[in-house]
């Protein structure tokens, strides 16, 4: 399995901005396809973005246009930027890692949006 590493959640006001942060055990990173999931209390975890091994990106009807996913494989890190955050943005954000035969998950971020 990898080991994640989530870093960057906190609290923020609506129309405001964090970038989350997940590094990854020494693999090769450049290999796997990164996601980011969320999940907020009382409703199931749901993909927030995804960008694959040849760098393509994939978002979530409600994020698109305000967060992007990207990924620095010389620093085996991924991030998502997120922006004009809503209030129903919050949740726990988890990053995972995934190829064949392996899908890992880091422990989460807290993203509060709140005035």
């Known amino acids: 399995q990898v080991q994640l590493v989530e870093s960057g959640g906190g609290l923020v006001q609506p129309g405001g901005s964090l970038r989350l942060s997940c590094a990854a055990s020494a693999i090769i990173f450049r290999l796997y396809a990164m996601a980011w999931y969320r999940q907020a209390p009382g409703k199931q975890r749901e993909l927030v973005a995804l960008?694959?091994?040849?760098?393509?990106?994939n978002y979530a009807d409600s994020v698109k246009g305000r967060f992007t996913i990207s990924r620095d494989n010389a620093l085996n890190t991924v991030y998502l930027q997120m922006s004009s955050l809503k209030t129903e943005d919050t949740a726990v954000y988890y990053c995972?890692?995934?190829?064949?035969?392996?899908?890992?998950w880091g422990q989460g971020t807290q993203v509060t949006v709140s005035s």
């Open positions: 960008i694959t091994n040849g760098g393509r990106t």
């Open positions: 995972n890692a995934r190829t064949p035969g392996i899908d890992s």
